[in-house]
């Protein structure tokens, strides 16, 4: 195999929703009340629901500009890539990247549907959610089929709710939600509580993926006054804390067919992970954890799929990271991603291990996961990294202009500091609160 060989299916990418996709998805009974986008005082677009605003349109979607420009802004859709909330435009973007297809998780309604959550209206809130998967899951992947894979928001707010929901766009070919990794952050039951019981049977029933994507920055920052670099070094082993919650829950033991993913986690550092828990379990049996006679790192292993954008010890420990479970992501258009040149950043991870091994974690592990088979709407040969990019010859690559509507990032003569980040976006949020 070479590099233009691979077959890529990323399972960690994300859109920008566009002002009209309620357009055809909004019940008559709640015409003119669904999410609108306007214009703030400076110009910026945000999002209102009701009158709550979400200031922060695009958080990171830096995708097109130069390095030294990203920020945790763009807030403008004059400010973005096309690419990141036109579908016709997505696909150029990834067949410039060799990439066949896409898992796209949300960004006005949270990563995980948290915006939602504070929506007082909840039947507003469940009539959004609904809304928002109908038009990802019709629209938006049913645009170009075998190019993206389907991702749902629930009703984190009603468990019952939200397994009805899981049972509904699974019968429309969606089989994976997204799901905060620590739900207490927010206020709602933790992982524990069995609360959250019918929602996990939901997704063991159907074979839904419950996707915990990096939502929540707090643990993975010392300080206010750290840098931000340390946040963004910190957030995949973030998702360690999360891992540990898991294992340790009665989830995986309770719903033997039930699968999560660690969105954004990486996976050099799950053998550690995987020797911890397996210690702990042995040393401290006044704990009272039963695992029916497995390890916890058996449980693990059978539960969880791993995900890295690039990660070269990860490859490096892959048998003992649990190989048959490890994916890739790309995490377009935000500012980790390796957007446009993916093939060769990874590449040299993987150039030197067997190519059925290349083809596990670049795309075979996510078909398996996800219930997706591209192949059946495109011939493999035409789903490789040198096929794509053979098709986007016209796909403009210049800097993106970002002159466009918006809050201007800060300038710092030092490093940039997490209370940088959070200031600025509290001034977003002040500036949407008073529209």
């Not at 340790?248 to 996976?267: H, N, Q, T, W, Y």
């Not at 049996?285 to 990860?314: A, R």
């Not at 059946?376 to 096929?387: F, I, L, S």
Request: some cysteine; overall charge negative.
């Amino acid at each position: 195999m070479n590099m233009d060989d691979m077959v890529l299916i990323s399972v960690d990418d994300h859109l920008i929703e566009p002002p009209n996709m309620f357009d055809r998805h909004t019940p008559a009974k709640f015409k003119g009340r669904m999410p609108h986008v306007v214009q703030g005082p400076q110009g910026e677009d945000m999002w209102m629901i009701g009158n709550m605003p979400v200031p922060n349109i695009a958080l990171n979607a830096v995708a097109g500009r130069r390095p030294e420009e990203y920020g945790f802004e763009p807030t403008g859709f004059a400010q973005l890539r096309k690419g990141t909330y036109d579908v016709h435009a997505r696909i150029g973007d990834m067949n410039v990247n060799g990439q066949l297809a896409g898992l796209n998780f949300p960004s006005f309604v949270g990563v995980g549907g948290q915006t939602l959550e504070k929506v007082q209206d909840r039947e507003l809130g469940l009539a959004i959610v609904r809304a928002w998967n109908d038009w990802h899951i019709d629209e938006w992947c049913g645009a170009y089929p075998g190019r993206f894979i389907p991702v749902g928001i629930i009703s984190n707010w009603d468990p019952i709710a939200a397994a009805e929901e899981v049972r509904r766009i699974a019968k429309k070919g969606c089989y994976a939600i997204s799901f905060p990794p620590n739900p207490s952050l927010s206020k709602l039951p933790s992982l524990h509580n069995p609360i959250w019981d019918p929602l996990w049977k939901a997704c063991s029933d159907t074979g839904v993926v419950v996707c915990l994507h990096i939502a929540d920055a707090s643990n993975a920052v010392p300080s206010i006054e750290s840098p931000v670099d340390v946040m963004i070094a910190n957030m995949p082993v973030s998702l360690y804390a999360t891992a540990t919650d898991l294992t340790f829950s009665p989830i995986l033991r309770k719903f033997p067919d039930i699968r999560f993913a660690l969105s954004e986690g990486g996976v050099g550092w799950i053998p550690h992970f995987l020797e911890r828990i397996d210690y702990v379990h042995e040393r401290h049996v006044w704990t009272n954890q039963d695992f029916g006679g497995m390890k916890p790192s058996e449980l693990f292993l059978k539960h969880v799929y791993t995900c890295f954008i690039d990660d070269k010890v990860g490859i490096k420990v892959r048998h003992d990271a649990g190989l048959s479970k490890m994916t890739w992501e790309c995490d377009y258009p935000h500012s980790d991603s390796t957007w446009p040149k993916a093939p060769e950043t990874l590449w040299p991870s993987i150039k030197d291990i067997p190519d059925e091994e290349i083809d596990m974690i670049t795309h075979l592990n996510a078909m398996k996961a996800f219930q997706f088979d591209p192949f059946k709407h495109m011939k493999k040969e035409d789903c490789t990294v040198g096929a794509l990019r053979a098709q986007a010859g016209d796909v403009d690559l210049s800097y993106t202009n970002t002159e466009g509507k918006g809050v201007p990032p800060a300038e710092h003569s030092g490093p940039v500091t997490f209370g940088d980040v959070t200031g600025q976006l509290t001034k977003m949020i002040d500036l949407g609160a008073k529209t």
